[in-house]
């Protein structure tokens, strides 16, 4: 798959989605600069240190991936591409395929998300 960063229609979709601006204190670091790189490193599969410089910094980067993660952001943001491109007749129930699959840790435990941060104990 090609890396391409987000056209404008992709980021009026995603920005009503993403967290508002805090009032107070810092701002947040460029959102759509932020998700380029996080899609750059995700489709390439480069290592975060890997990741252009211009996407900022690659913490930020992985650091949002992850908390958009847990708070459930990226799941209502595809939710919505499912829904509004079902609406749009671009997406058909008629055929689905689902691909799942799973990887044991050595130990035998099961892992349940890829972004399970909880402290496991040994």
């Given at each position: 798959m090609?890396?391409?960063?987000?056209?404008?229609?992709?980021?009026?979709?995603?920005?009503?989605?993403?967290?508002?601006?805090?009032?107070?204190?810092?701002?947040?670091?460029?959102?759509?600069?932020?998700?380029?790189?996080i899609?750059?490193?995700?489709?390439?599969?480069?290592?975060?240190?890997?990741?252009?410089q211009?996407?900022?910094?690659?913490?930020?980067?992985?650091?949002?991936?992850?908390?958009?993660?847990?708070?459930g952001?990226?799941?209502?943001?595809?939710?919505?591409?499912?829904?509004?491109?079902?609406?749009?007749s671009?997406?058909?129930?008629?055929?689905?395929?689902?691909?799942?699959?799973?990887?044991?840790?050595?130990?035998g435990?099961?892992?349940?998300?890829?972004?399970?941060?909880?402290?496991?104990?040994?």
């Amino acid at each position: 798959m090609e890396f391409r960063e987000l056209s404008d229609e992709q980021w009026k979709f995603i920005k009503p989605f993403l967290p508002p601006q805090p009032i107070t204190g810092r701002k947040r670091a460029d959102d759509r600069k932020v998700i380029n790189g996080i899609i750059f490193v995700l489709i390439t599969g480069c290592r975060w240190a890997d990741m252009p410089q211009c996407y900022g910094s690659r913490a930020t980067a992985w650091r949002r991936l992850k908390w958009w993660s847990e708070e459930g952001i990226w799941y209502e943001i595809m939710e919505s591409l499912r829904d509004s491109t079902y609406q749009d007749s671009k997406f058909s129930m008629d055929i689905v395929c689902v691909d799942s699959s799973f990887v044991e840790t050595k130990k035998g435990e099961k892992i349940r998300h890829t972004m399970d941060t909880r402290k496991r104990k040994v």
